[in-house]
């Protein structure tokens, strides 16, 4: 060590849990606010919280009212994550993925999850209201996707009534359009038969491709 040299301190810092004085492992590292013990158990405490807890301090109450149903009272919105199209999501632990957070309201009102989907009166995607109150009903309610197509052509969206392929019952390839044959994508209807046999097709054409590529490559195989 050079002469003249002298050491900076090594930075202390008192826990904020049971008070316990710890040292820096060199003089720009500030220990945390937490020592390990209290630390693991901060982490334990949030873990074993409540799913209902977790849930309602992410929600806001004071959300808008629907403009074209004014009678539904305000939303109730979810302030935390969202996935791409703008819906909340909750990471449930007894399911060990996130999921929508309207099923997880819906569960937290009736008990149970909403099958198959929980939907939106309201039509407002981080909407998470449930439950009835002195302001509205609720905007959470249970149904397929035969429900949600009938309610977006109620409200006059999807694809557009006047279209000259509203009123065809069949597919250009002959399947008719019915509820387990169906799909809405991008306001129109699609047939998930054809979409079945199209996939069926490009599986054979690359299954045949592998094996005239393997001829050519070997031709004694």
């Known amino acids: 060590?050079?002469?003249?040299?002298?050491?900076?301190p090594l930075p202390q810092r008192a826990c904020k849990?049971?008070?316990?004085?710890?040292?820096?492992?060199?003089?720009?590292?500030?220990?945390?606010?937490?020592?390990?013990?209290?630390?693991?158990?901060a982490s334990g405490a949030k873990r074993t919280r409540s799913l209902a807890d977790r849930f309602w301090e992410k929600v806001n109450k004071d959300g808008p009212v629907p403009p074209h149903r004014p009678e539904l009272g305000p939303c109730w919105l979810w302030t935390a994550s969202v996935d791409v199209s703008g819906y909340g999501q909750l990471e449930v632990q007894e399911l060990g993925m996130p999921t929508h957070a309207s099923r997880?309201?819906?569960?937290?009102?009736?008990?149970?999850?909403?099958?198959?989907?929980?939907?939106?009166?309201?039509?407002?995607?981080p909407c998470v209201k449930a439950v009835a109150d002195e302001l509205g009903p609720a905007h959470i309610f249970e149904?397929?996707?035969?429900?949600?197509?009938?309610?977006?052509?109620?409200?006059?969206?999807?694809?557009?009534?006047?279209?000259p392929n509203t009123g065809k019952t069949h597919c250009k390839h002959g399947h008719e359009f019915t509820e387990t044959n169906t799909r809405m994508h991008g306001g129109r209807r699609e047939c998930i038969a054809c979409i079945r046999d199209g996939d069926n097709r490009?599986?054979?054409?690359?299954?045949?491709?592998?094996?005239?590529?393997?001829?050519?490559?070997?031709?004694e195989r």
């Open 1 to 8: 060590m050079a002469a003249g040299y002298t050491a900076k």
């Open 17 to 41: 849990g049971c008070g316990k004085i710890r040292t820096g492992s060199r003089s720009d590292a500030v220990p945390a606010a937490l020592c390990r013990s209290c630390g693991n158990k």
């Open 143 to 163: 149904g397929t996707q035969a429900c949600n197509v009938a309610d977006m052509h109620a409200k006059g969206r999807g694809f557009v009534p006047t279209s």
């Open 104 to 125: 997880v309201a819906f569960f937290l009102a009736e008990g149970r999850w909403p099958e198959p989907q929980a939907l939106h009166h309201c039509d407002n995607p």
């Open 202 to 219: 490009r599986y054979r054409l690359k299954k045949e491709t592998r094996a005239l590529v393997f001829v050519l490559v070997d031709p």
